[in-house]
């Protein structure tokens, strides 16, 4: 198994246990606000960071499969030839932005929040720590993308 088929396998696991955890805590929600009438505290805070988590780490994940939605009109009256020299424009383009946005911005994010000190009201956990899943998510995006350059 190459390291690409690694990375991939560790990323479905972490989402599929991400949203293990999320259905739990719904449920787990439901239950305490509709059977025992008192609802609990925590449930819809950690539902929010952990939809964050899945939500950009998925991104990350479907860029790495190349499923992500895609407008092919132009492409797909081009030649081949055209097709792959837009596909390695697409791919530089998609590694600028994640480098600026993801990593750069989400370092800025996370270290100003952890400076500030900044924690969430329910659980009490730094917020830095929720925010740190869009630098990851940029690195494995980067890391996807110049692999997929690199193949070509």
């Known amino acids: ?17 991400i949203m293990a955890i999320m259905v739990i805590n719904v449920l787990w929600q439901v239950f305490t606000r509709y059977i025992t009438g ?10 929010r960071y952990l939809m964050i988590w899945v939500g950009i780490l998925g991104a990350a994940y479907v860029s790495g499969r190349n499923m992500h939605v895609a407008i092919d009109v132009l492409p797909s009256k081009s030649s081949p030839k055209a097709q792959k020299r837009m596909a390695t424009i697409v791919n ?3 590694i600028t932005f994640s480098f600026l946005a993801f990593v750069i911005g989400g370092l800025r994010l996370v270290y100003i929040s952890y400076i500030l000190g900044q924690h ?13 899943v869009i630098p ?3 690195l ?7 692999s997929d350059l690199l193949k070509k």
């Open 1 to 17: 198994m190459n390291f690409r088929k690694k990375v991939d396998l560790i990323l479905s696991r972490v989402l599929i246990f």
């Open 38 to 47: 008192s609802p609990s505290s925590f449930t819809d805070e950690l539902a």
């Open 92 to 94: 530089i383009l998609i």
């Open 120 to 132: 969430s009201p329910a659980l009490n956990m730094p917020l830095s720590a929720v925010y740190l």
């Open 136 to 138: 990851i998510s940029g």
């Open 140 to 146: 494995l995006i980067i890391y996807y993308k110049t």
